[in-house]
């Protein structure tokens, strides 16, 4: 993998030193403008860069700094998958790069962002084939067992389902009901939920639990049996949690679409045409906060969120909608962030750090292609990292 960087530089003396400590090159002020560099297929650069007390070793990789700041930074691949934009870095201590197993590695005890703009693009995960519809994904590809950080969440959901079916005899109906789901550790009530329904459309709608498997299901009043149009596997824990009229909210990861119809594997003359033809989630509006320590197995690291003194999450507040065939969209904000992180890997970056908060998401967006995130986009005004080591491979 080729690497290589170019810049105009700016240094006003420098001195030389060779002794039993090696040789060495000094240097009391350096500034660079336009800094540009490549590797492999991720480049990088900073409009302005500015090094006091710069001392670099010849016989070996390592370059320190007392402090140091950079100025229009960015770092991006060229795929499109990630780009990352930061206005101003600030490292007002002592800076470290040295070589590391992969590439270099930058550490410092104290780094401040200052508007961070990051955009990741998808697909997320990996890629499977589509399940047969009504069908469970398998136990041991289950998304909830890595998201247990969220059940020490703590809010409110809001949003509207409207189901668009096309009943026999009854044609084409559609179906509006609004919703008002309370959080309380990481779970709600489903039970409550379902007593909730409109008169209306609850006499087609119903949310059924039957071993580990959660639904929303529709059928004819009197004279019809339920069909699947929704459904959400549940692993061990959740499906003791259900039996109490419960369900974890990290168990929605796993959901099922499904066709409205009833499954008959002995059927040959199947219907071509689905009877639901539209599911989507409108008017969502959600506020949570997650307040214990947990943590996130991601990006082949770790992240922990809050901790005894600090929560993890503040005022998270979403709205939008999505749909089951349709492009859709959230976006919201967060008051603030609190997290350590160990080897959380970014692209070519991989970061730990005793603390990283993030201080004012403005801005936080994510696209659906139906039901699946396409692209992420963060606006954060301001992230503080405390002893940060950087690898860059």
Excluded: C
């Excluded at 790069?97 to 550490?107: N, S």
């Excluded at 509207?160 to 008002?180: E, F, H, I, Y």
């Amino acid at each position: 993998m080729g690497t290589n960087v170019e810049t105009d530089i700016t240094v006003q003396r420098f001195g030389y030193t060779a002794d039993t400590n090696g040789r060495r090159l000094t240097f009391p002020r350096v500034e660079t403008h336009d800094t540009q560099g490549r590797s492999g297929t991720v480049a990088y650069g900073a409009a302005d860069l500015l090094f006091d007390g710069l001392e670099g070793r010849l016989d070996t990789l390592r370059w320190t700094a007392e402090t140091m700041s950079l100025g229009g930074a960015w770092l991006r691949d060229d795929a499109g998958r990630f780009d990352i934009a930061v206005q101003r870095i600030e490292m007002p201590r002592e800076v470290r790069l040295v070589r590391a197993d992969r590439g270099v590695e930058l550490v410092t005890p104290h780094m401040s962002l200052q508007e961070m703009r990051l955009v990741v693009k998808g697909p997320f995960g990996r890629a499977a084939a589509a399940p047969a519809p009504d069908a469970a994904p398998p136990t041991r590809h289950l998304r909830q067992e890595g998201l247990r950080f969220l059940d020490s969440l703590s809010g409110r959901f809001y949003l509207t389902v409207k189901v668009v079916l096309d009943l026999p005899v009854l044609g084409v109906r559609t179906l509006d009901q609004a919703l008002k789901v309370p959080v309380q550790e990481g779970a709600i009530d489903f039970r409550a939920l379902d007593d909730s329904l409109d008169w209306l459309e609850g006499a087609f709608l119903d949310i059924e639990h039957e071993d580990d498997k959660l639904a929303i299901t529709w059928k004819v009043p009197i004279f019809g049996s339920s069909r699947d149009l929704i459904s959400w596997i549940l692993d061990e824990d959740a499906q003791k949690l259900a039996s109490f009229g419960k369900v974890p909210v990290r168990s929605l990861a796993d959901f099922v679409v499904g066709r409205g119809e009833k499954p008959d594997k002995d059927r040959k003359d199947k219907k071509k045409s689905s009877i639901l033809r539209a599911l989507s989630f409108q008017a969502i509006d959600v506020a949570l906060n997650l307040v214990a320590p947990r943590s996130l197995e991601v990006g082949g690291g770790l992240i922990m969120f809050g901790g005894e003194d600090q929560p993890g999450i503040v005022d998270l507040e979403v709205t939008g909608a999505i749909n089951d065939r349709l492009a859709g969209g959230l976006a919201g904000n967060i008051g603030s962030i609190d997290t350590t992180i160990k080897d959380l890997r970014i692209g070519p970056v991989t970061m730990t750090a005793d603390r990283l908060h993030f201080d004012g998401l403005d801005e936080l967006e994510v696209v659906f292609d139906g039901f699946r995130p396409t692209q992420i986009k963060v606006v954060v005004h301001r992230v503080t990292a405390t002893n940060l080591a950087m690898q860059i491979a």
